[in-house]
C-alpha cells in the first residue's frame, strides 16, 4: 500500500472514543448483577491498564489511561442507572465531550445471554439509562457496547432479575462476557467502531430472543 493510501486510510482506521461509560448502580448491593456489567467492563479495563478508577469529577468515578496512542477517560456514573444523562452532562461541560467521542457500556435485556453487540448509533431500545445518555446528549449518534443478559429460562420479574446478584451458575460466563467486552472495547479504541463490529457481533446460539416483559420499568 502506497503511503497516500496509508494516509487516507488512517482516519478510518482510528477509532474517536475518547470517553468510555459503563452504565451502571453505584452500591455494593449491585456490584455484580447484571445491570452493572458497564460498570464491571471497565473496572475490567482498568485492571488490564493499571489504572484507579477513583477521581471525582462531573458526577461520577473516573481514571485516565493512554491506549493507541490517545488519553481515554473510563467512566462510571454515579447517579444510578436512570440518569446517567446528568453525568454524561458533566464530562460535556467540563471535560468537552460530544456525542461521537463516547463510547457507552450496558447491559440489553433484548439480547441473549453471552451476546456482544456494537453499534454507532441507534435508540434505547427501552433501556431507561440509554434514554437518559441519548437526552442529555442530544443525539443518538454515538458508539455503544451492548452485553445480553437474557437467560434461557423465563423471567418473571424481570427488574429484580437485573438487580441481583449474578447466580454461581452464570457467574463464570458473566465473566467471560465481561472479558470479551473489553476486548471489544480495545479493539474500538484501537481500529475503529467498524471493523470491532465486524469482530465481535457474533451472535451466541440462545433459545430465547427477548427476555423484556416489563420494558418501562427496566432501568431502575
Same mark, same amino acid.
Given at each position: 500500500m502506497s503511503?497516500?493510501?496509508l494516509l487516507?486510510?488512517?482516519?478510518r482506521?482510528?477509532?474517536c472514543?475518547?470517553?468510555?461509560?459503563? +452504565?451502571?448502580?453505584?452500591?455494593?448491593?449491585?456490584?455484580y448483577?447484571?445491570?452493572n !456489567?458497564?460498570? #464491571?467492563?471497565?473496572?475490567? !479495563?482498568?485492571?488490564?491498564?493499571?489504572?484507579r478508577v477513583?477521581r471525582?469529577?462531573a458526577?461520577?468515578l473516573?481514571? $485516565?489511561v493512554?491506549?493507541a496512542?490517545?488519553q481515554?477517560? &473510563?467512566i462510571?456514573p454515579?447517579?444510578?442507572?436512570? &440518569?446517567?444523562?446528568?453525568?454524561?452532562? %458533566?464530562?460535556?461541560?467540563?471535560?468537552g465531550? $460530544?456525542? #461521537?467521542?463516547?463510547?457507552?457500556?450496558a447491559d440489553d &435485556?433484548d +439480547?441473549?445471554? %453471552?451476546?456482544?453487540?456494537?453499534? #454507532?448509533q441507534?435508540?434505547?431500545?427501552?433501556?431507561?439509562g &440509554?434514554?437518559? =445518555?441519548?437526552? @442529555?446528549?442530544?443525539?443518538?449518534?454515538?458508539?455503544? +457496547?451492548?452485553?445480553?443478559?437474557?437467560?434461557e429460562?423465563?423471567?418473571?420479574?424481570?427488574?429484580?432479575? =437485573?438487580?441481583?446478584?449474578?447466580?454461581?451458575?452464570?457467574?463464570?460466563?458473566?465473566?467471560?462476557?465481561?472479558?470479551r467486552?473489553?476486548? @471489544?472495547?480495545e479493539a474500538? +479504541?484501537?481500529d475503529?467502531?467498524?471493523?470491532?463490529?465486524? !469482530?465481535?457481533?457474533?451472535?451466541?446460539?440462545?433459545?430465547?430472543?427477548?427476555?423484556?416483559?416489563a420494558?418501562?420499568?427496566i432501568?431502575?
Amino acid at each position: 500500500m502506497s503511503v497516500v493510501a496509508l494516509l487516507r486510510e488512517a482516519p478510518r482506521r482510528a477509532g474517536c472514543v475518547k470517553f468510555i461509560f459503563g +452504565l451502571g448502580n453505584p452500591g455494593e448491593e449491585y456490584l455484580y448483577s447484571p445491570h452493572n !456489567l458497564g460498570f #464491571q467492563v471497565v473496572d475490567c !479495563l482498568a485492571r488490564r491498564h493499571s489504572v484507579r478508577v477513583t477521581r471525582k469529577e462531573a458526577k461520577s468515578l473516573s481514571g $485516565r489511561v493512554a491506549f493507541a496512542g490517545k488519553q481515554v477517560w &473510563l467512566i462510571k456514573p454515579q447517579t444510578f442507572m436512570n &440518569l446517567s444523562g446528568m453525568a454524561v452532562q %458533566g464530562w460535556f461541560a467540563k471535560q468537552g465531550c $460530544r456525542p #461521537q467521542d463516547m463510547l457507552i457500556i450496558a447491559d440489553d &435485556l433484548d +439480547l441473549p445471554w %453471552g451476546c456482544i453487540r456494537i453499534r #454507532q448509533q441507534g435508540g434505547a431500545g427501552g433501556h431507561h439509562g &440509554l434514554e437518559s =445518555v441519548i437526552e @442529555a446528549a442530544g443525539s443518538q449518534q454515538f458508539t455503544r +457496547l451492548r452485553m445480553g443478559i437474557c437467560p434461557e429460562r423465563p423471567i418473571r420479574d424481570t427488574v429484580r432479575y =437485573v438487580l441481583a446478584p449474578f447466580k454461581k451458575s452464570q457467574r463464570s460466563e458473566a465473566e467471560e462476557m465481561v472479558e470479551r467486552a473489553a476486548d @471489544a472495547v480495545e479493539a474500538i +479504541l484501537r481500529d475503529g467502531a467498524e471493523k470491532a463490529m465486524n !469482530l465481535f457481533n457474533r451472535r451466541r446460539p440462545a433459545s430465547g430472543e427477548s427476555c423484556r416483559q416489563a420494558s418501562s420499568e427496566i432501568g431502575t
